[in-house]
């Protein structure tokens, strides 16, 4: 899933790698194997677009900025944006699990936590059934 424009780059740039990709399966493919790029030439890469997209930052002072931060961002603006518009997560989250690629549903669940005062607007959670199943510890007086 992505926009509009970011889709329109992706189709450009689809066809130029073309170029160069040398018939490989992959979207980015290294230039000097027949396999993909790594985790970390990715990584190298995107630190310099976000330096590029800086150009009036100190690079040191710039955050660190990791693949794995866009795939987060992501997560959490989509499980914000459901919850801003009363969508049911118990819905969504099977999108969400098929746009990260995950294998489990627990894999996704783990971006709801991110979100711990936003939760309290869905109305799929009753919040009083969890005071009655899980009470209140007392702590012991000596």
């Given at each position: 899933?992505?926009?509009?424009?970011?889709?329109?780059?992706?189709?450009?740039y689809y066809k130029r790698r073309?170029?160069?990709?040398?018939?490989?399966?992959?979207?980015?493919?290294?230039?000097?194997?027949?396999?993909?790029?790594?985790?970390?030439?990715?990584?190298?890469?995107?630190?310099?677009?976000?330096?590029?997209?800086?150009?009036?930052?100190?690079?040191?002072?710039?955050?660190?900025?990791?693949?794995?931060?866009?795939?987060?961002?992501?997560?959490?603006?989509?499980?914000?944006?459901?919850?801003?518009?009363?969508?049911?997560?118990?819905?969504?989250?099977?999108?969400?699990?098929?746009?990260?690629?995950?294998?489990?549903?627990?894999?996704?669940?783990?971006?709801?936590?991110l979100l711990p005062e936003n939760?309290?607007?869905?109305?799929?959670?009753?919040?009083?059934?969890?005071?009655?199943?899980?009470?209140?510890?007392?702590?012991?007086?000596?």
């Open positions: 899933m992505m926009s509009n424009d970011m889709l329109t780059i992706c189709r450009e073309e170029i160069f990709s040398r018939g490989s399966e992959y979207f980015f493919p290294s230039w000097d194997s027949d396999d993909s790029l790594s985790q970390y030439q990715v990584g190298c890469y995107l630190r310099d677009a976000w330096k590029c997209a800086n150009p009036k930052v100190n690079s040191a002072q710039l955050p660190n900025i990791r693949v794995y931060d866009l795939r987060h961002r992501f997560a959490s603006a989509a499980l914000m944006r459901w919850l801003d518009a009363d969508q049911p997560l118990s819905v969504k989250l099977p999108y969400l699990r098929t746009y990260m690629g995950h294998n489990s549903m627990s894999e996704t669940a783990y971006y709801i936590h939760l309290v607007k869905s109305a799929e959670i009753d919040w009083a059934a969890f005071d009655e199943m899980i009470p209140e510890v007392v702590a012991w007086e000596e």
